[in-house]
């Protein structure tokens, strides 16, 4: 790639960032569409990390859902707000808690699932098994750039 082509700005990072927030405003429209209000998409992050790990301190769901703990404190609070966590000391280490599912959380499992597949379907609609591979790969190294 030439210097030129470097030093010219395109419109890559909008891209990025407007495809992140049409799928953000997707993933609200579906959870409300599915009786499910308040929700963000980070509150996902942490649920379905919370399916995978049932009981997690909030230092290690920080580090899973690669979010700083402050933000993950705030988020973790409003789920717990909601009903969908509890939140309880770690009988291991009085210094951190332990983040857990409850009932009406564990429930999303069913609501999730198809929403997620229905997202995939909207995301890759008309391009090529060749194309995602390609637009993937490419992420790779962008994402790769910044580490």
């Excluded at 690669?66 to 770690?90: F, I, M, P, W």
């Excluded at 997620?116 to 994402?143: A, C, N």
Aim: with cysteine; proline share 3%; charged share 25%.
């Amino acid at each position: 790639m030439s210097q030129d082509t470097i030093r010219k700005p395109d419109n890559t990072a909008h891209l990025i960032s407007k495809t992140r927030r049409l799928i953000n405003e997707y993933l609200v429209h579906e959870m409300e569409e599915a009786g499910i209000h308040g929700f963000v998409p980070s509150h996902g992050d942490i649920i379905c990390t919370l399916f995978k790990h049932p009981q997690i301190t909030m230092t290690k769901l920080a580090k899973a859902i690669q979010r700083d703990r402050s933000t993950v404190t705030t988020l973790v609070k409003k789920l717990q707000q909601l009903g969908y966590v509890l939140l309880q000391e770690n009988p291991k280490d009085t210094r951190s808690r332990l983040v857990s599912l409850t009932d009406k959380g564990r429930k999303l499992k069913d609501e999730f699932h198809p929403i997620s597949v229905r997202l995939t379907q909207s995301i890759w609609q008309g391009i090529s098994k060749e194309d995602r591979m390609q637009f993937r790969s490419i992420l790779d190294k962008i994402i790769q750039n910044f580490s």
